[in-house]
């Protein structure tokens, strides 16, 4: 439920030092901070110049060139500046004056007023909300046993070879001479049905498939052994549960046997190795048992970050959360409840438990979001954004979009952001789990990888 928090790009027109300008902080209450920036004339005055030069050579109908209406100018010059210092100017000089003050927004921040004319420095008043500041986490507080890994039997190599090979199983008609239906054969079949000579709620079926001696379609097992494909039989059948208001009645079925297929199993030569990238039997297996030793770490260490994360808000005070974040997740928490209640009826008592609910679990999702947030700040955590794109990548490819394209849409960046703060926190549970144990900390330096493309890019998408 936790959404983006504002993260500013900066082009690097805007990372020069802004040496003309003055900024001031005032702490408005809790977590709210309002910024006051002054921009010397000397320092905004080239920025005034080229707006108003622009403005003036701007044609416009009924006068000649250069000629505008009086007052024209002067007007249209105030509204192109404010537009020029919110999307350029403004921006850069905040960040700079964030730095300076060890200042980092966690909401977006907002201009309240902007002061300027062409003799005069800008003067700006941005309002923003800071993360809570929170003591370093006590290790020695969090209660967790370190288990030892299950070494990989030769059961679980061979369980999971041949999965891997009933994955490629495929269906063959089933050949030879006399070719009749068998238990464990699969069977294609249509059929008709009446019930007191008339038609009823799904008394025609086509193309079913099913395999005898399983629960699927189990009603026409018995009456199908023993026929070829073409056969076809007129049949009673008492009708089971899937036929609802029927169930229990007789029917009498028209059944045709269109084919019989056996299941074919690959052989494991050559090109079956070759797709799983091995050389034979022994190195498959070898590759197998790797595989399954990392799924039972990747448990293992889920159950960790599980038990970490079940004590951490119990190790904390309460503490102040952003409030803009708290009405923004509680505004959400209102629209889902609005939409429940239109599909489906509630009571002023359940849509009240409701809200009540949605707002005390929005609460603590901020609230372990900043635990853990203040946690990877202390430990100094590099998160390697690459992880999270390339997982982003595949999403995009099962919905048959390029990430380009989805990345673009609301849902696809907001999809992004959730993956970044679930790998993020997963990454700063793994820290605390390490801390726990006293295991060796490896700095990890993220490096370039992957790249989700967005509007906010500063590179060229086409190389």
């Not at 007052?71 to 500046?81: E, I, P």
């Not at 999307?87 to 980092?104: N, Q, T, W």
């Not at 063959?172 to 294609?188: R, Y």
Request: net charge negative.
């Amino acid at each position: 439920m936790f959404q983006a928090v504002f993260v500013e790009r900066l082009s690097s027109s805007q990372s020069k030092k802004y040496l003309s300008m003055e900024s001031s902080i005032d702490e408005l209450g809790k977590l709210k901070y309002s910024l006051s920036l002054d921009i010397s004339l000397k320092e905004i005055k080239p920025t005034y110049d080229a707006i108003y030069r622009q403005l003036r050579n701007t044609p416009l109908n009924g006068f000649r060139p250069g000629k505008h209406p009086k007052g024209w100018l002067d007007k249209r010059f105030l509204s192109a500046m404010h537009q020029e210092a919110v999307d350029r100017v403004i921006p850069g000089y905040m960040e700079s004056a964030l730095k300076e003050h060890s200042l980092r927004p966690i909401t977006m921040p907002i201009i309240q007023k902007i002061d300027f004319d062409r003799k005069s420095p800008l003067s700006a008043t941005i309002h923003f909300e800071i993360a809570p500041k929170l003591l370093p986490l006590d290790y020695g507080k969090i209660l967790l046993d370190k288990k030892e890994l299950e070494e990989v039997s030769a059961t679980d190599v061979s369980a999971e070879l041949e999965a891997i090979i009933q994955r490629e199983e495929v269906l063959a008609p089933k050949e030879g001479k006399d070719v009749k239906v068998e238990n464990n054969d699969w069977v294609l079949i249509n059929y008709d049905a009446t019930l007191e000579g008339a038609e009823f709620t799904d008394s025609k079926g086509s193309d079913m498939q099913f395999k005898i001696g399983t629960p699927d379609l189990a009603e026409f097992h018995e009456c199908l052994l023993g026929m070829s494909s073409g056969d076809e039989k007129e049949e009673e059948i008492e009708l089971p549960e899937r036929f609802g208001e029927n169930a229990g009645k007789k029917a009498i079925f028209k059944i045709q046997l269109a084919e019989i297929s056996i299941v074919k199993r690959p052989e494991l030569d050559l090109e079956f190795f070759k797709k799983y990238g091995v050389e034979d039997e022994k190195e498959l297996k070898e590759k197998v048992g790797e595989s399954i030793t990392s799924r039972k770490k990747a448990e293992l260490q889920s159950e960790y970050r599980i038990a970490v994360r079940a004590q951490l808000s119990e190790l904390y005070d309460e503490f102040d959360l952003p409030q803009e974040l708290m009405d923004f997740e509680q505004e959400q928490v209102q629209k889902e409840l609005e939409k429940m209640s239109a599909e489906k009826e509630m009571t002023e008592e359940e849509k009240e438990k409701k809200k009540q609910e949605g707002f005390d679990n929005a609460k603590k999702d901020l609230r372990m979001k900043f635990i853990l947030d203040s946690i990877s700040e202390h430990e100094e955590l590099k998160f390697d954004e690459n992880e999270a794109a390339r997982e982003f990548v595949g999403l995009a490819q099962i919905t048959g979009q390029s990430p380009d394209e989805l990345i673009q849409s609301p849902f696809g960046r907001d999809m992004y952001q959730r993956i970044i703060i679930r790998k993020q926190g997963d990454a700063t549970l793994d820290r605390v789990v390490a801390r726990v144990f006293g295991d060796a900390i490896e700095e990890n330096v993220p490096e370039t990888h992957e790249h989700v493309h967005d509007e906010n890019c500063d590179h060229d998408h086409d190389h």
